[in-house]
């Protein structure tokens, strides 16, 4: 027995529009610093899409955590809209002990959509591989250039 797709819920993902950079804006965490401009936002969705094909990502606060201890290096992207900050506010302060780059992107869908997932995603490790390592070097100079915060 097959599921049949109601017509009015398809109907209704077809009319709701993602939104934009500028309105995902809205919805951040007050602790979402450094935010990455909308230029690197998409470097590093396509960086990941790279990244998930090679399976040289992290993905999840648990995940990410346990590979940061263990002295791990890559680019930590961490989603600005999840709430409660609770969950994943420490990740920023072990990075910053590492000294490891990170950088917060506006969404969690569209972050776990470049990871090639349908649920959303707080936290992802990008590491690095020579399949895309030219992507990689360009966000990672642009991560490592972000103002920390105070």
Sequence with gaps: MAREKHPEAAAEAER?????YQEQLDFLNPIAR???????TRKLYKCIRKAAKH????????EVQKFI??????????AGDT????VYCHIPIMCEDRSMPYAYVPSKSDLG?????KRPTCVI????????????????????ALPLPL
Excluded: F, W
């Design 83 to 86: 709430l409660p900050i609770d």
């Design 34 to 40: 450094p935010l990455a401009s909308r230029k690197l």
């Design 113 to 117: 959509a470049a990871a090639g997932s």
């Design 16 to 20: 709701t529009p993602e939104r934009s």
């Design 55 to 62: 399976k040289k990502i992290r993905r999840g606060v648990k």
């Design 69 to 78: 201890n263990k002295g791990e290096k890559g680019i930590t992207v961490l």
């Design 125 to 144: 490790m990008i590491k690095p591989h020579e399949e895309y390592q030219e992507t990689y070097d360009e966000c990672l100079e642009e991560v490592e």
